[in-house]
């Protein structure tokens, strides 16, 4: 018998139960996901890391997880030359993926039908992430997944072209729990752009992990541009070895509630960490960016810059914490989030925190909230250029300044694209290109 | 052109502007010359439609039209231009992008169609080519982390490309050096037209010594106090303002 004053039971039990009846290699994952996330529960309002992201509107949803379905009609999506794979509500669809296509040295393989030898080190990566505490929405995924990708890159591989995952969410009410695994080995140079897309209210929960080998080098790029009728929970979790370097920014345009979490922990000296985005948001969006860097290693680098543009009633959260482990002497690190609000009723909490235990580093962070500069709109106005063609000029250079650390061309043009369909909409004039 | 009927304007409840009267006409230059406060700035900034202000009494009419009437956009379109005393930086906006988008608005308000980038850049070559310039300054972000003197430059060219029937020039010698003052009143004085007005707003005389005016204004505590010719401006070099702020205290 349940004592008093046991936890109410977290929601979406009806999830676990739909995915656990799909009776694949996945199944003992998902039964171990089940009783993690049935003892951390689900987040509550004292609960510190989603102080400011309320999940209840989530909680309140009814979703269906229904994994295989019909060739679906994937929505519009970003651009990008390169070879596409494509996950529908969960499942990796090797019909509408170019498997065939990657090239030497890269293999993409799913764990749920595949013949993965390797089952068991899959499985350790994937039960480390959400055994962490305060990650409840981790074990639900892992408890709802019915398929993983995985993507592993040999050891010397230079990939040339992005590889381009799409994540697609068919159906109105679809749950699902995209999972991809990314193993970049040894002195490997490879891109890899997600896009997360939906059809309709949905809610997708995405767990990402990466680890990267010795001097491996991976641009990871993610697009979240779900309707705004839909919620999105993503995780990426990045082990970075010695020498490696990371380059990630995520682009959040979409979904009603969306949160991107990213987690690496450095485990190696030498390695250079970047991680940047921007989040867009207008209406009544409310998009959470939350970092966590584990400097677990002397002598690396890590940089984040996020932008956000909030207009309408969007509010944004960002949450930043960088830990110096005793051990990572000579770290340097830079935080700096900076948000424009162009309505009086959009807001943004900006929330950083260091925790530093070593005394030989340099760490440092900022964070600004600023609206439109009236002396830049007037300078433009002066010229001849209109208020709403000033708004959107000014508005695109503070986000291209952003996505200017993206360091793969072709994707920081698809972004740019993404990010110009978005001023177009919310400032009401055709997106161009730049000059 | 312009006429200036009996303007006051305040800024926050505060009298700044206490009756001016003003009428310049195509190719004159007139100058305005005054003390720190005396209100030079103000008169520019509601000339070109700069937020802040509040007209209390008087009209301006610029070709016919009421210019209090319109946006600054629509000021600028229909032919005034402003020389910043402190021109904006605007970072990520390339000057060349900028300035295509301001003669492209420009063109669309007089009905015709937009230039594409190569006729513009041909364009701007050009204008800048006879102001013995180039256009290097233009492929940089707006004004950011340009010199003084670039600054100034910067406006001068934008000048140039816009083509304005009225070309106000507040405090265009403001943290130029001798040499730079000379550059930028040099392109100045090739813009002179038989079409074109000026209004050069200034403390110092010495940019008279490049820029010839017509006529010279004095202005003090948010009056015009005194008008003449040129040789008003030697008159203040040499005995100041003190004159005019203590008659009007």
């Known amino acids: ?435 | 052109m312009l006429k200036i009927d009996s303007l006051h304007a305040e800024v926050d409840g505060v009298e700044v502007l206490q009756g001016i009267d003003l009428e310049i006409d195509a190719g004159e230059v007139h100058a305005i010359m005054g003390p720190n406060g005396s209100g030079k700035s103000t008169l520019a900034h509601i000339l070109a439609g700069r937020e802040g202000y509040e007209v209390t009494h008087g009209s301006i009419s610029f070709r016919g039209r009421d210019l209090l009437d319109m946006s600054p956009d629509e000021r600028a379109n229909n032919g005034v231009f402003l020389a910043f005393q402190y021109p904006v930086e605007i970072p990520g906006v390339t000057g060349m992008t900028f300035l295509k988008e301001a003669y492209n608005a420009r063109r669309a308000h007089a009905g015709e169609g937009e230039v594409d980038a190569m006729q513009f850049l041909k364009l701007v070559r050009a204008r800048a080519r006879e102001l013995g310039m180039n256009d290097d300054i233009l492929k940089r972000a707006v004004n950011v982390g340009f010199s003084g003197g670039e600054k100034k430059r910067n406006e001068v060219l934008q000048m140039a490309v816009l083509e304005p029937a009225l070309a106000v020039l507040d405090e265009t010698d403001s943290g130029l050096d001798i040499d730079a003052l000379k550059v930028v009143s040099d392109s100045v004085n090739r813009l002179r037209t038989p079409e074109r007005a000026m209004l050069v707003i200034t403390h110092y005389q010495r940019l008279l010594n490049h820029i010839s005016p017509d006529r010279v204004h004095v202005l003090a505590n948010g009056k015009i106090r005194r008008s003449g010719g040129r040789e008003l401006a030697l008159e203040l070099e040499a005995n100041g303002y003190a004159a005019y702020t203590e008659r009007a205290a």
């Not at chain 1, 039964?31 to 529960?41: E, F, V």
């Not at chain 1, 390797?118 to 398929?147: C, F, H, K, W, Y």
Request: proline share 5%; with cysteine; aromatic share 6%.
């Open chain 1, 1 to 435: 018998m349940m004592p008093d004053d046991a936890a109410p039971l977290p929601p979406f039990l009806d999830l676990i139960d739909q995915a656990s009846s799909a009776g694949d290699r996945l199944a003992g994952l998902r039964a171990n996901a089940r009783m993690r996330y049935l003892a951390s529960g689900w987040p509550h309002a004292r609960t510190e890391s989603w102080k400011y992201t309320s999940l209840n509107p989530l909680a309140a949803g009814q979703f269906a997880s229904t994994g295989h379905g019909d060739t679906p009609v994937l929505p519009a999506r970003p651009t990008i030359d390169g070879p596409r794979l494509v996950l529908v509500n969960g499942v990796v669809r090797p019909d509408l993926s170019d498997l065939g296509d990657l090239g030497p040295g890269v293999r993409a393989t799913r764990l749920a039908n595949g013949s993965d030898p390797d089952v068991r080190a899959l499985a350790s990566i994937i039960e480390e992430t959400d055994s962490t505490d305060g990650l409840p929405l981790a074990a639900l995924s892992t408890a709802t997944m019915l398929d993983v990708l995985v993507i592993d890159i040999a050891a010397g591989t230079v990939v040339e072209r992005p590889l381009h995952v799409i994540s697609a969410a068919c159906g109105e009410g679809a749950a699902l729990a995209p999972r991809i695994v990314i193993r970049a080995g040894a002195d490997s140079v490879a891109t890899v752009m997600e896009s997360h897309i939906a059809d309709g209210p949905g809610f997708a929960n995405a767990v990402c992990q990466v680890t990267l080998g010795q001097g491996a080098m991976l641009g990871h790029y993610r697009v979240q541009d779900q309707p705004d009728t839909s919620f999105h929970v993503g995780l990426t979790e990045v082990r970075a070895g010695a020498r490696s370097q990371y380059d990630n920014f995520v682009l959040s345009t979409g979904s009603r509630l969306a949160r991107n979490e990213i987690r690496g922990r450095i485990e190696g000296s030498g390695a250079e960490y970047r991680i940047n985005g921007a989040y867009l948001g207008a209406g009544t969006q409310h998009l959470d960016t939350t970092t966590f860097i584990d400097h677990a290693a002397p002598g690396s680098t890590s940089r984040e810059v996020y932008k956000g543009v909030l207009t309408d009633r969007a509010r944004g959260v960002f949450q930043g914490k960088i830990l110096v482990r005793s051990v990572a002497q000579k770290t340097d690190g830079y935080q700096m989030n900076r948000a424009m609000l162009l309505s009086g009723r959009a807001e943004v909490d900006s929330k950083p925190e260091l925790e530093i235990y070593a005394d030989d580093v340099r760490c440092s962070h900022g964070a600004t909230v600023g609206e439109l500069d009236p002396e830049q709109v007037f300078y433009l106005q002066a010229r001849g250029i209109s208020h709403e063609t000033a708004r959107r000029l000014l508005v695109a250079a503070y986000v291209d300044e952003v996505l200017d650390e993206i360091r793969s061309e072709p994707v920081r043009q698809a972004m740019g694209q993404v990010a110009r369909n978005w001023l177009g909409r919310v400032i009401g004039m055709p997106g161009e290109g730049r000059s």
